[in-house]
């Protein structure tokens, strides 16, 4: 009888070892952040430098685009077009923006070039914001031609400090 005895305890104490190594294992998988101190937050969000700048130059030719759409001759014609184009660029930056604030959480130590990079394209997203907003009647996209040169120069004011940003990114 002493020896089944034994079992279960041999049996137990395997058992309570695994369940240490499992709870531990999954601490250490949820807690520390993985190679680089690169997250994905999921959504598109990313808190790696090299994502964050291929996103704010997506908005910089999405901004060039749209700038050219309302420079151009038929732009109250297209503008529906050009809304959504910069509709696009505003999402580039919010994701931007989203990422560089998870990176600034996620620091082991402040940042000040990172704080400058967020604080500036936090900037050009609340310009970009003004005009993709600025134009929504409804459910349609709408412009008159005396909006046209304040959206244009939003916009490339916009693109300015996303460019002035890029600089300084990988």
Same mark, same amino acid.
Not at 18 to 28: M, T
């Given at each position: ?53 291929? !996103? =704010? @130059?997506? /908005? $910089?030719?999405?901004?060039?685009? +749209? ?5 151009? #001759? %038929?732009? &109250? ?14 999402? !580039? =930056? @919010?994701? /931007? $923006?989203?990422?560089?604030?998870? +990176? ?5 130590? #402040? %940042?000040? &070039? ?57």
């Amino acid at each position: 009888m002493r020896i089944g005895r034994d079992r279960t305890t041999i049996a137990h104490s395997f058992i309570l070892a695994g369940a240490c190594v499992l709870v531990a294992a999954s601490q250490i998988a949820f807690a520390a952040p993985p190679l680089g101190g690169v997250r994905d937050i999921g959504g598109g969000v990313s808190t790696d430098p090299v994502v964050i700048a291929g !996103q =704010v @130059r997506s /908005a $910089v030719r999405l901004g060039k685009f +749209a700038v050219g759409q309302l420079a151009g #001759p %038929d732009a &109250l014609e297209s503008f529906n077009q050009t809304h959504g184009v910069m509709s696009e660029m505003y999402a !580039q =930056v @919010r994701l /931007a $923006v989203t990422g560089m604030y998870w +990176a600034k959480q996620y620091a082991r130590f #402040p %940042d000040p &070039l990172l704080d400058y990079e967020s604080k500036r394209t936090h900037e050009a997203w609340v310009q970009i914001r003004g005009v993709v907003d600025r134009h929504i009647r409804g459910d349609s996209p709408v412009i008159s031609p005396g909006q046209i040169p304040a959206a244009i120069h939003d916009l490339n004011s916009a693109i300015a400090i996303l460019e002035q940003v890029l600089e300084l990114m990988p």
